[in-house]
């Protein structure tokens, strides 16, 4: 089962598109497969985007030059080879063709002699914008408490589970005002992951990076069909996007413990379940211990959306001030609390999200909080305070989302914003370095293959965008299309990691409704783990990985919870990157 501890499009399903969703899934899994020795993002390019592929020869020695053929076989585009170069993560001689002249649309093969042609690929105007709905969708299809019919979800139409309207205060979370057992209601959100469990830590960083997403390309998602629940209502008429972002809010703020401000840092069974579709799992429900880090990542996130998501107060007046008010309160459990580590009591045995160090969640609250009222109190522990950990966000170190969000209020905050600025472009700067060295054209170093590592790419990528937001320099938005470039196919496996999408995709995934259906198909548009040389589940697959290298300790298999399993805090940032490489890609 899943080991939080240790983490470091959908096609819409409205009935007239379902047959053209069963054509596109059938098209994906049995289109003409090429070599896997030659990689290549197989959902295509934008027309001016950089295209690259890499060709992988065991011995160096494949042929000099590559051709681009279109659907007909004719060649319209050749160069020349890079020089064959051993890339550590997979062990592999590795040469790269750089194809970005390719700017007419269609669809094409790279060819090599002696190698063979790869999964064809297309240049269109529109390479991402299924992927990016098929990505948020992933949430609608793992929200709690709702039943998801067939004009929302075509074959995956699934009954109600996890109500959560009765659920128990644990002895580690009780109080005078809530002792042990106190029955509370806590509906909606999100399933953190192939579990059926919800996570405070987790549904922060989730949350904030969809905030971002809609705040920084919000033309893209107001125009973004997505065939939610809520299109059926009578209800306020949102960007689905925001639509998707309210059903997690209001879970979170359920979470606070409305007596001192405190928060509660996960919903949970006793245990996970086993493999079941969601209203077959009914063991009782329990929100377990307060601790710093809940607080902290729920302050900066209500505080994130009572700014960015304020222009739709109409349709629910108040609501940003309410927010904003719980967010302070919990700054300020958080201040009289200040080292509160979760610590997993005996009787519970699910995912922990653990977290020793709590300076960043400080810095990025405060950051946050400072952002969103430009109260000078936060000033003094936003992230100029210290330094992030690692080049890229992640759910245990979340300083960065702080930079980002400062790094905008170049009006309201132009001394903040200039130092957030100053530290998001050092760690751009060492990515793209990375990823110029890199036999592979890719910001990852050995140390990123971990536990989630797909998403270590993409919010790699996430980081770069901010870079070239802020500078229009093209290289670092280069650098974002190799990492998702990556997780869609132009990887040593040749495997696009992103269900239902692409020649070669995840089948068996660490899902249970995805397991429990009973379609052979996995719920399309989850993004997987990805390589894990860790394999903490080996001894529980019986299905062997392949290797034990870095960019090959992959194995597809629902028993595979360290490199199959899908995750809320991997889809955020395949979320954001599809969007800004669409947007800021002519």
């Known amino acids: 089962m899943p080991l939080r501890a240790r983490r470091h499009a959908a096609h819409p399903f409205h009935p007239r598109r379902l047959a053209v969703l069963a054509a596109l899934l059938g098209a994906a899994q049995g289109a003409a497969q090429g070599t896997d020795a030659i990689q290549v993002n197989q959902l295509g390019f934008l027309p001016g985007a950089r295209k690259l592929a890499v060709v992988a020869v065991a011995d160096g020695a494949a042929a000099a030059r590559f051709a681009v053929r ?24 590795v040469r790269v063709a750089d194809f970005s002249a390719l700017r007419t649309p269609g669809t094409y093969r790279i060819a090599v002699d002696g190698v063979g042609e790869s999964t064809p690929f297309p240049v269109s105007a529109d390479a991402y914008r299924a992927l990016d709905a098929a990505a948020v969708r992933a949430y609608t299809m793992n929200r709690a408490g709702i039943a998801l019919d067939r004009r929302v979800a075509g074959p995956y139409a699934r009954a109600a589970g996890h109500p959560d309207d009765r659920v128990l205060v644990h002895a580690s979370a009780a109080s005078a005002a809530r002792p042990a057992r106190t029955v509370i209601a806590s509906p909606k959100g999100w399933y953190d992951a192939g579990d059926y469990n919800k996570y405070v830590v987790n549904s922060g960083i989730s949350t904030w990076t969809l905030l971002a997403a809609y705040a920084h390309f919000p033309a893209w998602f107001d125009a973004l069909a997505l065939d939610l629940p809520e299109d059926a209502g009578g209800g306020p008429r949102l960007p689905g996007l925001v639509h998707e972002v309210l059903w997690n809010l ?23 379940d086993g493999m079941v579709m969601p209203d077959r799992a009914t063991a009782p429900r329990y929100v377990v211990q307060k601790t710093t880090a809940a607080a902290l990542d729920f302050a900066a996130t209500l505080a994130a959306a009572s700014r960015v998501l304020a222009r ?18 919990a ?9 509160v580590v979760y610590r997993q009591p005996d009787d519970i045995r699910t995912g922990t999200y653990g977290d020793d160090r709590l300076d960043d969640e400080f810095a990025w609250a405060a950051a946050e909080l400072l952002a969103a009222t430009g109260k000078a109190a936060y000033r003094d522990p936003a992230p100029a305070a210290g330094a992030a950990r690692s080049t890229q966000p992640d759910w245990g170190d979340v300083r960065m989302l702080g930079w980002i969000a400062l790094a905008g209020q170049e009006r309201r905050l132009p001394d ?22 890199s036999p592979y054209r890719l910001a990852m170093a050995d140390r990123d293959f971990v536990w989630g590592s797909n998403a270590v790419a993409l919010n790699q990528a996430l980081v770069l965008v901010q870079a070239y937001r802020f500078t229009q ?47 052979a198909a996995p719920v399309p548009g989850w993004l997987v783990g990805g390589p894990n040389p860790g394999r903490q589940d080996a ?13 090959l300790a992959w194995l597809d298999d629902d028993c595979s919870y360290a490199s ?5 805090n991997w889809n955020a940032p395949l979320v954001y990157v599809a969007a800004a490489l669409q947007v800021l890609q002519r």
Request: proline content about 7%; charged content about 20%.
């Open 312 to 329: 739709f107060d109409t349709a629910a007046p108040g609501r940003s001030a309410r927010w904003l008010a719980a967010a302070e309160r």
């Open 473 to 519: 320099r093209r290289d670092y938005l280069d650098a974002a299309q190799s990492a998702l470039d990556y997780t869609l196919g132009r990887n040593p496996l040749g495997t696009s990691y992103v269900t239902g999408f692409g020649a070669r995709a995840p089948r068996h995934p660490h899902h249970r409704p995805s397991v429990a259906d009973g379609i």
């Open 416 to 437: 903040d914003a200039r130092t957030a600025r100053r530290d998001l472009l050092a760690a751009a700067d060492t990515l793209l370095a990375r990823w110029q060295a």
């Open 331 to 339: 700054w300020q459990w958080a201040l009289a609390h200040p080292d």
């Open 564 to 568: 199959n399993e899908v995750a809320i």
């Open 70 to 93: 279109d659907a007909a076989g004719r060649t319209v585009l050749a160069g020349p080879l890079g020089a064959a170069t051993t890339w550590a993560p997979s062990g592999q001689p």
């Open 250 to 272: 209001d879970w979170m703020a359920t979470m606070q413990d409305p007596q001192d401000g405190g928060v509660y840092h996960k919903l949970t069974n006793q245990g996970f």
């Open 539 to 551: 001894a529980d697959c019986k299905a062997g990985y392949r290797s034990a290298l870095p960019a």
